[in-house]
């Protein structure tokens, strides 16, 4: 069975598109079941839900209301819920397609050297979007990519890929896989708790990269996401970068302090990560058109400078960042 979880928080119009998309899509409900980790909601994001399923008796649909703050809570509530050996985490913004589910399950069966597994993450804009957003798209071997707003298309063809391409709101694991590397990192903070703010799913893509695990792209594992208005601004680049630099700040803590696999390849895997980064968030850098490049490296730079900060001069929060599985 696969476990499909979708943390939720006040987002309960976008949240309904997102089941009823795997509602219209998949009657086997043998197949899956869908549990919904509600963050703290003060909308209507129980009383939809629960229409929802009184619409569809047979399916497997589970509710759970856990208001400690951060995505890590309803990734790994879901988790702690849920009866599948597989699991695919997806965000509440996000439309999947006809052939979403049913590739997740035929390769997981077919392949078992897969551990980690995704698909294209396609633009669903509230707007055009601005002329200045194709600097912030990267295309390399692998395809084309925005990390800034978690959008990919790698192409038509299955491949083997970085795991660290397995992003958070398309994002399937195996369970057993999932526990070995001791689930997720904080991710998602609010601002009053930004000091507790980690590297998410990238944390845990970069330990089953270190340890061996086969990440894998279907062009079948495809969903929209919804971008709205407000992303497509440049405040929220400033606000994004920030966010960044917060993560890679508690990335590198964690590192110089042990807490990744394959410790002899420090080096070697860090100035991958580096690459990475820089592809994914910080290409615009060489790009001399783009005039709020600087004010975009600047809110970075804070971020990073946020996290160790803290990490310095807070007990709690040092004791935050280095927890070895936050699945206690």
């Known amino acids: 069975m696969i476990s499909i979880i979708i943390p939720t928080l006040n987002r309960c119009d976008l949240l309904k598109k997102t089941i009823d998309s795997i509602l219209k899509h998949n009657k086997n409900y043998e197949l899956y079941e869908l549990i919904v980790i509600d963050n703290g909601s003060s909308d209507a994001t129980k009383n939809i839900f629960e229409d929802i399923k009184h619409e569809n008796k047979d399916a497997k649909m589970n509710y759970f209301f856990d208001d400690i703050p951060g995505l890590l809570t309803g990734r790994h509530r879901g988790v702690k819920e849920s009866k599948g050996e597989i699991l695919t985490f997806i965000d509440d913004d996000v439309e999947v397609s006809e052939t979403w589910l049913n590739a997740i399950n035929e390769i997981m069966i077919k392949r078992p050297e897969v551990s980690l597994l995704t698909g294209p993450c396609l633009p669903n804009y509230e707007i055009n979007p601005p002329d200045w957003l194709q600097h912030f798209w990267t295309n390399d071997t692998n395809g ?29 694991i195996r369970k057993s896989v999932f526990e070995d590397l001791k689930g997720f990192h904080p991710d998602s903070m609010p601002k009053k708790l930004q000091f507790y703010q980690g590297d998410g799913e990238t944390g845990l893509s970069i330990k089953a990269k270190e340890s061996g695990n086969m990440a894998f792209y279907s062009p079948k594992i495809s969903l929209l996401h919804f971008v709205p208005k407000s992303r497509l601004s440049i405040e929220y680049l400033y ?56 004010q975009i490296q600047d809110k970075y730079n804070e971020g990073k400078n946020f996290i160790r900060k803290n990490y310095l001069s807070n007990e709690e929060v040092k004791s935050w960042i280095l927890k070895i599985n936050y699945l206690e």
């Open 239 to 294: 606000e994004r970068s920030y966010f960044q630099g917060v993560a890679d700040g508690y990335t590198e803590i964690r590192r110089s302090n042990g807490l990744y696999f394959n410790q002899n390849k420090k080096i070697s895997i860090k100035k991958k990560l580096k690459r990475f980064i820089k592809k994914r968030i910080l290409n615009f850098k060489s790009n001399e058109n783009i005039p709020f490049g600087k």
């Open 144 to 172: 084309k990519h925005c990390g800034w707003l978690s959008l990919m298309d790698f192409g038509l063809e299955e491949k083997e890929i970085d795991p660290l391409f397995v992003w958070g709101l398309n994002f399937t």
